[in-house]
C-alpha cells in the first residue's frame, strides 16, 4: 500500500475505532522495545483485523483445554462477537474503565494481554451469550474454565452491565441472580452472594457507579444503591442507600452523599467534614 493510503486506514481506524488504534500502536512499540515479545504480540495482537480477533484469538488460547480446544473455543468466542455487536462495545467500554481507574495500568495492550478480570470479564460476557441461546451446557463450561483458569467465578446468568472493573479479580464470585449495572469497580475478593435463606432471586443488585473493596461479601437479594461505596473487608448484610459507604462486620454505613460515581473516580477518601460523616463509630 503506498504510505499515503496507508496513513489514510491508519486516520480512519482512528477515528472509527480509537481503543483498537491505540492498543495496535502501542503493540508496535512494545514489539520495538523488546524484541523477544515481537513474535508474541504479532501473533496476538497485530496479526489480526480487528480487537473482537484479537480477544477470540487470545482468550481462546489462555482457557482452551484437551476436552474444548483453542479452536472451538475461538469458533465461539468469534460467533458471539458477530451475533451481538453489543459485546465487542463491552469489551472497549472495560477496557477504558481499566485504563481509566487503575493507576497500575499504562496502556490498553496491557488490559487486553495481561488483565485477568478482564479475562474473567469476557469469557463471562460469552457465557453469558450462549446461556441466553439456551446453550446452558457449554455456558457451565465456560464459567468451569473461567474459575478453573483466572480465579473468578461468575454465574452465566448474571447480568452485568458495561465499562466494569474487576482489579486483580482474584476470588472474585458472583451469583446466579446479581445484577451489576454499568460503571461498577469491583476488586479482588468480593462476593455477592446468597446468605443461603432465600431462593429464586437471591443475590445482590448493584447500581450503577458503585465501588466495591477487596475482600468485602455482599449477600443476600439486597440493593447497593448507586454511588455508593463498599469498604474492603466488609460484610454487608442489608440495602446501602444511594452514595452511602458503609464499612465493617456486619457492615455499617459510615458516611452519606460523600462520594459521586466512585467507582469511575476510584474515590477512597471519606471527607470528615463530608455530610453524614459519622467518624469512628463503625
Ligand atoms: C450467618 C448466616 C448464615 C445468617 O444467619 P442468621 O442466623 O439467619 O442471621 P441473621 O441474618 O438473622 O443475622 C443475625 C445477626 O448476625 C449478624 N450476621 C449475620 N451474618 C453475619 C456475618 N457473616 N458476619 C457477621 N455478622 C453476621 C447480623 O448482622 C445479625 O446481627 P444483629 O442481630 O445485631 O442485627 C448468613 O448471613 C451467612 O453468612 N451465610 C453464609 C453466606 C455465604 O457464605 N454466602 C456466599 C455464597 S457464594
Redesign the pocket.
Known sequence: MPDSAQEETVQKLATLDPIWAQTRDQAEEMAAREPMLASFLHATVLNHEKLEGVLSYHLSHKIGTNDLTPMSIRQLIDEAFADDPAIGEAVRADMAAVYDRDPACRTYVQVLLYFKGFHALQTYRVAHWLWKKGREGMALFFQSLCSEKFGVDIHPAARIGRGIMIDHATGV?I?ETAVVDDDVSLLHGV?L?????EHEDRHPKVRRGVLIGAGA?V?GNIEIGESARIASGS?V?KPVPARCTVAG??AKTVACEDCDLPARTMNQIIESDAPGFLGDGI
Open positions: 464470585v451469583g462476593t452472594g446468597g446468605t443461603g435463606k461479601k449477600l460484610v448484610l462486620v456486619p
